[in-house]
């Protein structure tokens, strides 16, 4: 994708887009990636990156096509609060395609992750100024986990070795920051909305919040 989008000439425009002017923007798989602002097991070469996500991901973690799965999954930001809706509150169904995973989330910075840029076969996002008031707001914020998945990868292991280990350990399959939103799976695969429908009324929110700021700045 990062080749393509270079090749096209749009990769520098979508950093402005995501960094700059911190416009909602969802990654899903290898979207995940390009969001991120590092990225180790990367290709030979390195893989270019757009970033806007305070995250460390490792690609193809569950392994090759062939060991590609679905799984049921909690979503706890899908709820409805009070509303007694049932269908809001069942599980996901989670498409899984090569996917990767976010290894670990690293402090919030504006700034290029150096101590990333640092490690062998990992490869960081160049640094860009946010472009307003908003967008500075929105660098600012923390990585929020927005859904895990049980170890899938910690108890093959452990079944294959027959060893017992940590039962609770979890892999983080989806993290929003300010105006991105990454996901390790495909929801753009099912015929479950749920996950578009609430990312629109987060951009709804945002639109909001971007006109309530430019009303509130004095006029040059």
């Not at 390195?46 to 460390?56: A, F, M, N, S, W």
């Not at 027959?162 to 350990?169: C, L, P, Q």
């Not at 939103?181 to 951009?203: K, M, N, Y």
Request: glycine share 8%.
């Amino acid at each position: 994708m990062s080749l393509v989008a270079a090749r096209s000439g749009l990769l520098e425009s979508l950093r402005d887009f995501v960094k700059v002017y911190r416009r909602p923007t969802w990654g899903t798989c290898a979207g995940l990636i390009l969001l991120s602002e590092s990225a180790n097991r990367t290709k030979q070469g390195g893989q270019d990156l757009i970033g806007g996500l305070d995250v460390r991901v490792s690609r193809n973690y569950f392994g090759r096509q062939t060991e590609s799965f679905e799984a049921d999954l909690d979503l706890p930001f899908l709820a409805l609060p009070n509303s007694g809706d049932d269908e809001s509150n069942k599980p996901y169904r989670g498409v899984f395609i090569r996917a990767p995973v976010v290894e670990k989330l690293l402090p919030v910075s504006p700034r290029e992750q150096l101590a990333e840029a640092a490690k062998e076969d990992t490869v960081v996002a160049p640094s860009r100024s946010p472009g307003n008031v908003l967008a500075e707001k929105m660098v600012a914020r923390p990585v929020e986990v927005m859904a895990t998945l049980p170890g899938r990868t910690t108890k093959t292991i452990q079944k294959l070795s027959h060893t017992s280990g940590n039962d609770k350990a979890e892999d983080i399959i989806a993290v929003r920051q300010g105006n991105v939103f990454g996901t390790s799976f495909h929801p753009e695969l099912t015929r479950d909305a749920r996950i578009h429908v609430w990312w629109l009324q987060e951009v709804r929110k945002f639109i909001g919040s971007r006109n309530t700021l430019e009303l509130r700045l004095p006029e040059t």
